[in-house]
């Protein structure tokens, strides 16, 4: 039988493998783009964070700023409301006492008034009156000092006058007839005084 003719198969014919590079390349330039794009980015990002972070700051130092005005108006306020109850007690304190120091008066009163010699009636009212005394100086009240010293009307009350020619004695306080107290500088309760007065020719 007679062999078709064949076409001879071409020997060590070359292999050729084709590589297409433009996709690496435009990936290759994306990612360039996309880098250049981020750096080009990421000043204005971290410009945008450093301005908030400095608009927080300015806030928490404008509200530790109101905080401490705010604070110390609370501490003037509490100073002023001390200030007002501390008055308050002491015109209270001032009231009291000068509702009961006539009570001492006439304790004092009543020691004078008594006989030479001393009972134990006598002594008991001595002995309230000295504690009573006691009581008003540890309260802060004063008794007024009336001895060899002019009359001040500021603190004392005339209620006997005696006449004299020494013009030095013109004035001045000769007896005290009932002390006087004051209270943290307010008078309370005036004493009541014999004063020297001269006697013209």
């Known amino acids: 039988m007679a062999k078709k003719n064949q076409p001879a198969k071409a020997k060590d014919e070359p292999v050729i493998n084709i590589v297409d590079r433009r996709s690496s390349l435009i990936d290759e330039e994306t990612n360039g783009e996309a880098s250049a794009n981020i750096d080009e980015r990421l000043p204005t990002y971290v410009e945008q964070l450093k301005q908030e972070a400095e608009e927080k700051d300015k806030r928490l130092r404008e509200y530790i700023a109101a905080y401490k005005e705010k604070s110390g ?33 006439n304790l004092n009163r009543a020691i004078q008034t008594t006989d030479s010699n001393k009972d134990a009636l006598q002594q008991g009212v001595e002995l309230v009156a000295k504690q009573y005394a006691r009581e ?41 007839l009932e002390p006087g107290y004051v209270f943290k500088e307010k008078l309370i309760k005036a004493a009541k005084v014999k004063v020297a007065h001269l006697k013209t020719p």
């Open 73 to 105: 108006e609370n501490d003037d306020f509490r100073k002023r409301l001390e200030k007002d109850n501390d008055i308050r007690l002491d015109q209270f304190k001032a009231n009291l006492f000068a509702r009961l120091i006539p009570i001492l008066d």
């Open 136 to 176: 008003l100086k540890n309260n802060g009240v004063e008794k007024i000092d009336t001895q060899n010293r002019k009359f001040n009307p500021e603190t004392d009350e005339v209620i006997m006058t005696e006449d004299t020619t020494d013009p030095e004695k013109d004035n001045m306080i000769v007896e005290e």
